[in-house]
């Protein structure tokens, strides 16, 4: 199956996340949302959002002389690749410490909580988990799948 990699710097999905509240916007539109603790100039908003362009993650479209920029990809979407990407490249045997560390830096309501816990006991139970770090080559000597087995 092919994986569809999200690859958007911290600064293009800052670009991303203005264009997703507003539903569409012009460069100016864009630029007046940008945090100016940034001190980003419009000419870097300019740059940012051609490189989204060619990322296929914005169309544009000429309105009289300025252009109109409107998301090709939904906030849900992008937010599920990020955390497939995440999820790909830590060990499986940290993937609970990633879930938990997430969970305690999050601002959770009760509605939230009452949603992850029926994630949780809907969650398949496998027996145990192993190291995957080193899976293609076979010569795993992680330190931590040896405390796991120990401890």
């Known amino acids: 199956m092919n994986e569809v990699e999200f690859n958007v710097s911290n600064a293009e999905l800052i670009v991303m996340r203005v264009i997703w509240s507003l539903g569409e916007a012009r460069v100016d539109e864009i630029y007046a949302q940008i945090p100016q603790e940034l001190e980003w100039s419009l000419a870097t908003v300019k740059t ?18 300025k252009f109109v920029y409107r998301p090709l990809m939904e906030e849900c979407t992008a937010i599920n690749l990020m955390a497939d990407g995440l999820i790909q490249k830590v060990c499986e045997t940290k993937h609970v410490n990633v879930l938990q560390e997430m969970i305690e830096k999050s601002t959770l309501t009760a509605k939230d909580i009452e949603l992850l816990q029926e994630s949780l006991n809907a969650k398949e139970v ?13 010569l795993c000597a992680c330190k931590h799948e040896h405390e796991q087995i120990s401890a």
């Open 48 to 65: 940012l959002l051609g490189r989204l362009v060619k990322k296929e993650m914005l169309s544009t479209e000429k309105e009289g002389r």
């Open 126 to 138: 496998v027996g145990q988990k192993h190291c995957n770090c080193l899976e293609t080559s076979g």
